[in-house]
């Protein structure tokens, strides 16, 4: 059982060029998740796909484009690649929406793939 | 504006001593609370969680402590091990948001012989 699997593990780019960072999970779940993770930053959301077919942006979204091709699988485009963009990315998933106190809440943990380590020159 | 706060970048503990990670947040809609635990070149691994309906969780050697009136949490570890340094991230959501996290800039633990 892979869990979260995140490719490619390190990439260089050129500013201005474009890549597709890939993630697919084997878990079965329902929500996706992209983060980037910078020094004393910690976690910040890019995007996140609740469920499939559908996909909604995060904290700092500028820059990027989502695609929730299937259920396993999300991916993060970086159209035209620029230096603030060097970072650690990690692909998240979980399995369902959480429903709130009032309704009683699933316990729903995020589970995280082995990053993706991107440098823009 | 940081809603959730890690105010102690690093800490260091003897092996076998008592680690307290804390934690501070600022939006009272936040009712579930994570740790997760970061080896360098990996990602973040779950490790524990509470409800704003606890005030304490406990899984063997890791218990997490809330108290909503200070908006405070902690996570303890006791006893200490070696394999137990690492970065710890205090991370939290709130009904409505669906299932985001909103993450603090964590903390680096050194468990020393």
């Known amino acids: 059982n892979a869990g979260v699997t995140q490719t490619p593990k390190f990439q260089v780019l050129k500013t201005g060029q474009s890549m597709t960072l890939q993630c697919a999970q084997d878990m079965n779940h329902n929500s996706m998740y992209w983060y980037r993770q910078d020094p004393g930053m910690g976690l910040r959301l890019i995007y996140y796909s609740a469920s499939e077919g559908t996909t909604d942006k995060g904290e700092v979204p500028n820059g990027y484009n989502v695609s929730r091709l299937n259920k396993r699988e999300f991916s993060l485009r970086l159209e035209s690649a620029a230096p603030s963009q060097t970072s650690v990315y990690f692909c998240?998933?979980?399995?369902?929406?959480?429903?709130?106190?009032?309704?009683?809440?699933?316990?729903?943990?995020?589970?995280f793939g082995a990053g993706t380590r991107l440098s823009v020159l | 504006d940081q809603q959730v706060k890690q105010n102690s970048p690093s800490l260091s503990v003897q092996e076998g001593r008592i680690s307290i990670l804390n934690c501070d947040y600022t939006?009272?809609?936040?009712?579930?609370f994570l740790w997760y635990k970061k080896y360098p070149a990996e990602g973040p691994t779950f490790l524990i969680s509470i409800s704003s309906i606890k005030d304490k969780n406990e899984d063997g050697r890791f218990t997490v402590f809330l108290n909503k009136s200070a908006k405070h949490l902690s996570l303890h570890i006791v006893p200490s091990q070696p394999g137990d340094s690492a970065v710890y991230f205090c991370?939290?959501?709130?009904?409505?948001?669906?299932?985001?996290?909103?993450f603090g800039t964590g903390t680096r633990l050194q468990v020393t012989l």
């Open positions: 998240a998933s979980s399995e369902a929406l959480r429903t709130g106190l009032a309704g009683g809440w699933t316990k729903n943990i995020q589970y």
């Open positions: 991370a939290a959501s709130g009904t409505g948001t669906a299932s985001k996290l909103t």
């Open positions: 939006n009272s809609m936040f009712d579930y």
